[in-house]
């Protein structure tokens, strides 16, 4: 058995807000297409649009950088993977795979371009 610190446990705190599980999860499908990151703000519905643009900038993605999973510049809005990355990343894949399996809105869908993998159509 893996021993672990009670500070690594707070890494999965990352995934408690749908807003940041589903931009984690974003991220980890461009990084499979080899595609720039998608816009942490365009993942709103419509009626929540101003209330999860608020909720982005002033507590999620400073919450995710703190936490060093990503690093979110707000002067550029560039978002990259941060240090804690790896840390989260085998257990984002078993979620991205695995999403008919979680409980309905655990990983909501995104809005805009992106479309989770189990969802497209094969060409």
């Known amino acids: 058995m893996v021993e672990m610190a009670p500070s690594d446990f707070g890494i999965y705190?990352?995934?408690v807000?749908?807003?940041?599980?589903?931009?984690?999860v974003a991220m980890l499908d461009a990084d499979r297409r080899d595609a720039?990151?998608?816009d942490p703000l365009e993942f709103a519905p419509d009626a929540?649009?101003?209330?999860?643009?608020?909720?982005?900038?002033?507590?999620?993605?400073?919450?995710?950088?703190?936490?060093?999973?990503i690093q979110w510049d707000r002067e550029t809005e560039e978002l990259s993977k941060g240090p804690r990355w790896d840390d989260?990343?085998?257990?984002?894949?078993?979620?991205?795979?695995?999403?008919?399996?979680?409980?309905?809105?655990w990983l909501?869908?995104?809005?805009g371009d992106w479309t989770p993998p189990n969802a497209r159509s094969e060409s």
């Open 13 to 15: 705190e990352a995934l």
């Open 48 to 69: 929540e649009e101003e209330r999860h643009r608020i909720g982005m900038i002033h507590t999620h993605l400073p919450k995710l950088d703190d936490m060093g999973v």
């Open 88 to 105: 989260l990343e085998p257990l984002l894949r078993w979620m991205d795979e695995n999403r008919d399996e979680l409980p309905e809105g």
């Open 108 to 111: 909501p869908e995104p809005t």
């Open 17 to 24: 807000h749908p807003y940041r599980r589903r931009l984690l």
């Open 36 to 38: 720039p990151y998608p």
